[in-house]
């Protein structure tokens, strides 16, 4: 279990920063965040979370979601997603819409 980030809000809704996005690799049966020059391969886990990430859903309705989906502890979900999704805003793959 990661701690949760005090200095991330919530309220933040997180997008993809341009010419970045999730996509579904069927020959591989892997999900990659593609960015310029560069890609990342997403873990089951990071997948539902980015599947989730759509310029309009806050953090706080992407925890609840993924909480109430795998039936698990919200400060568990909570953690874990703040720490991912403040990584992946720091390698400028996410930004922040409100």
């Not at 341009?18 to 990342?40: M, N």
Request: aromatic share 6%.
């Amino acid at each position: 279990m990661t701690p949760p980030s005090p200095a991330l809000p919530e309220t933040l809704v997180p997008a993809f920063a341009r010419g970045t996005r999730l996509q579904h690799d069927k020959v591989r049966d892997q999900w990659i965040v593609q960015a310029p020059e560069r890609a990342f391969l997403a873990d089951p886990i990071a997948a539902e979370i980015l599947k989730r990430v759509d310029g309009q859903t806050s953090l706080q309705t992407i925890i609840d979601t993924l909480a109430a989906d795998f039936a698990a502890p919200r400060e568990v979900i909570s953690g874990d997603v703040l720490a991912m999704v403040a990584s992946l805003a720091e390698r400028q793959v996410l930004i922040w819409k409100a």
